[in-house]
Nanobody, 123 residues
Framework: QVQLEESGGDSVQAGGFLRLSCEAS????????MAWVRQAPGKEREEVAV????????RYTDSVKGRFTISRDNAKNTLYLEMTDLKPEDTATYYC????????????????WGQGTQVTVSS
């Protein structure tokens, strides 16, 4: 059974830093596309960053480029998201998602999801 558990969410001041982790169990992430998706209050979920399997090119939504870095440690079966220069508009619940094989074009096509971790950025 595929399970994903996020951690690392917190309340920080604008300009701050957070590192989110997503620990996978029940499978090895090596062959999975892994992603971070966020949902702000009253808004739809939004893909934040994607890390393909086999060392493919990562992708980011425009609003986080240059500030967020997605990485994966296949040996630890863990996905990370380093977030710097945080802004109030980054406030959201951040979800880890996984999909076997190539990365879907749309976040709605990921099959496996964690429960989310809350990030709150105050100005």
């Amino acid at each position: 059974q595929v399970q994903l558990e996020e951690s690392g969410g917190d309340s920080v001041q604008a300009g701050g830093f957070l590192r989110l982790s997503c620990e996978a169990s029940g499978y090895t992430i090596t062959y999975y596309c892994m992603a971070w998706v966020r949902q702000a209050p009253g808004k739809e979920r939004e893909e934040v960053a994607v890390a393909p399997p086999a060392g493919g090119r990562t992708r980011y939504t425009d609003s986080v480029k240059g500030r967020f870095t997605i990485s994966r440690d296949n040996a630890k079966n863990t996905l990370y998201l380093e977030m710097t220069d945080l802004k109030p508009e980054d406030t959201a619940t951040y979800y880890c998602a996984a999909e076997l094989g190539p990365c879907p074009a749309n976040w709605m096509d990921f099959d496996y999801w964690g429960q989310g971790t809350q990030v709150t950025v105050s100005s």
